[in-house]
């Protein structure tokens, strides 16, 4: 997949410059400003919006399966960007 026009966020800050992603086999392969695309691609455009790796929540309550309204893990974290949580019981 090609996501295209996107501001990469790092630790190192981000760029001012938008930029094209190139996932393959659900790794980043290449970033570049307007990339070409000679294998036909799924392309996605998100002008604007900031992009990184994932999140780390290091105190979360999931409770899964102890109380009505507790909820699944990855309810609480990848809709939001967080792939790390630390549940804190």
Same mark, same amino acid.
């Given at each position: 997949? $090609?996501?295209? #026009? *996107?501001? %990469? $966020?790092?630790? @190192?800050?981000?760029?001012?410059?938008?930029?094209? $992603?190139?996932? @393959?086999?659900?790794?980043?392969?290449? /970033?570049? #400003?307007? =990339?070409?695309?000679?294998?036909? =691609? @799924?392309?996605?455009?998100? #002008?604007?919006? =900031?992009?990184?790796?994932?999140? *780390?929540?290091? !105190?979360? !309550?999931?409770?899964?399966?102890?109380?009505?309204?507790?909820?699944? %893990?990855? #309810?609480?974290?990848?809709?939001?960007?967080?792939?790390? /949580?630390?549940?804190?019981?």
């Amino acid at each position: 997949m $090609l996501i295209r #026009q *996107v501001t %990469p $966020l790092s630790p @190192k800050g981000f760029s001012a410059t938008p930029m094209d $992603l190139e996932v @393959k086999e659900g790794r980043i392969s290449r /970033l570049g #400003q307007n =990339l070409d695309n000679p294998e036909g =691609l @799924k392309e996605y455009s998100f #002008q604007n919006a =900031l992009i990184s790796r994932g999140w *780390v929540d290091l !105190h979360v !309550h999931v409770y899964f399966g102890a109380t009505d309204i507790s909820i699944r %893990p990855e #309810q609480a974290g990848l809709r939001t960007g967080v792939t790390t /949580l630390v549940d804190c019981g």
